[in-house]
């Protein structure tokens, strides 16, 4: 369905300037831009029974709340169907997680994806769950397929560090993307070790950072209990949506309007200058699953 309640206004502050895509079609998951008639569609769904504790995830719920999210994607019924779109048993897998210490993917996630992986077909030597070491890592190395899994949350270089961020491990030095609010980021995506390769992307929301002051700055005085996953296969179109939920959990923390520290226009750029993706609203088929108290979007 369509979603008409939006907020432009930080939107429009990064793309106002340049003529905006259309979403692009797929292949087994594969983001083409041969043409430009599409919509993204995006799953937000959310549970009220995904915590088990303070940031600690029910794996039950997190397992069922992302097989509805992909069923839903994919407009598939049946789960394994759903997933045989998007991996073969042939495809070499490569779980790109993250592990900040202070909001990590989670296992709970990263297991989640796993399962159902393996259930297509795939060996479990043939699957690979890595950050940091993606570089040095064989499966990533010989990958044909990624599923891409990071929590949202604010972030000192990029403004919000979201799917798109997550792939900075791709690169020997990342902090060689950190200038002007990392707002190339995108480019990474075009590099040989993962072009055409992503599958699926997950951001995170179970219990995003919603304000941050300083590098690697965390409090948990600024995380809050959304209790959500954002599913799908454009990037672009995924960050764009948590970012929008960010901004209104900021809105109704601090009372007013308060731009990120670093704005997060990395994710803006990789639609008007990247091409990657879509990042207007407008042209995102939101779809909203599960538990609606406090949504904000």
Known sequence: ?????????HFLRFSAFVPLTAAFPWRKGIFFKEAFSQRARV???????????????????????????????LSENDI???????????????????????????VEVEQAIKKRVMEV?????????????????????????????RPARTHYWAGMGSCLKNYIQFVPVPSAYHHDSCADLAKIWNLPLVRGKTRLNILVML????????PHHYNNKYIWEYKGLIVGQDPVAVDSTGLRILQAKRRQFFGRERA????????????TKYHLGVSNPDQIELIKLGWKEGILI
């Open 1 to 9: 369905m369509k979603d008409k309640i939006i907020t432009r206004r």
């Open 43 to 73: 799953v937000l769904i959310r549970d009220k029974e995904a915590l088990l504790g303070f940031k600690k995830p029910n794996p039950k719920v997190i397992q069922k709340m992302l097989d509805e999210a992909v069923a839903a994607l």
């Open 80 to 106: 394994l169907k759903a997933w045989q779109k998007l991996v073969e048993p042939s495809d070499i897998v490569g779980i790109k997680t993250n592990v900040w210490r202070f909001l990590p993917t989670g």
């Open 121 to 149: 077909g795939v060996p479990e030597s043939n699957i690979g769950i890595d950050d940091r070491g993606v570089l040095r890592n064989p499966i990533f190395k010989k990958a044909t397929a990624i599923i891409n899994a």
């Open 207 to 214: 219990t995003p950072l919603f304000h941050g002051i300083g």
């Open 260 to 271: 990120l520290q670093t704005p997060a226009k990395h994710i803006f750029l990789a639609d």
